[in-house]
């Protein structure tokens, strides 16, 4: 008897009650079976995934996703796998474009550009858009590796959707500033556990130069003042959440006593400065194209970066 199962989709969910029933709901009828694997939820979210239909499997808590994902696409049943968290959901348009992709037989995985949510806003820059993801594909085309946020191992045809808001998964990934925050803290744990693992040694540029280069890629280079607070609130939460991830590696290495080195601080110091101001010059320059006398003092200030960088 040939499978009805067409598409399945997948989900890990821990304590996902205040998300998972728009998740579901936005998935009802459109695919054939639902997947569950629940890290020992304690709210309402097995009852809620019930009211769904879904396949259950229980699994023990870990702090990274990967793993429960392959264990749940080893339990899909269907030729195309849905991989979804619980606080995403799809939308009409989304949905009509991946059933004409089913009927095709020239792709076999598809990147989906995703929309990233901060506090109620869409961050339309800061590097977060058009955040393309491989979230539908054939059964035993993808595989994930254990390592946080790692990108899956393919195989196959790829096919990337059009970076359009009406093709977009919707992501509330960050309800709130303390939401960012409480997650900072778990994945900045197990990311220090894998610099550890590869005996990686914090140095003092890490805490200084690599927050700065996080923000400048993001606020400047990324446009995300285009986004406004909304932006230069989630580009300053950026940096500190990867100053955080050297902080929790020193203190897993014993939380040692060093002296500064005066070199090593000044040197990290002043090659932070000069980066932000590199790109702070650039973004003025671009505001204040117009008028000859601004732009002129600001080159003269990008000159003098230049010029002291070393000093």
Known sequence: MPNSIIISAVLNVKNEADNLDRCLKSISGFVDEIV?????????????????????FSIKPANVVEHARNFGLSKASGKWILLLDPDEYLNISLK????????????????????????GKWLRYCNMWPDYLIRFFRKDFITWNKEIHSQPITKGNCLTLLDSDKLGLRHRNYLSVTDFITRALRYSGVQADELKTNNYKVKISDLILKPTQEFNSRFFAGFGYKDGMHGLIFCLLQSFAICLIYIRLWEKNGSSEKVLVKESFVSGSQESIYEYGYWFTRYFQKEYSANIFKKSIIKLRQLLNRLTKNY
């Open 96 to 119: 009509k474009e991946l059933q004409s992709i089913v009927k095709r037989n020239d792709v076999d995985y598809v990147k989906i550009p995703r929309m990233n949510f901060f506090v």
């Open 36 to 56: 569950i694997t629940d890290m020992e939820s304690t709210d309402k979210s097995v009852q809620i995934a019930k009211k769904y239909g879904a396949k259950i």
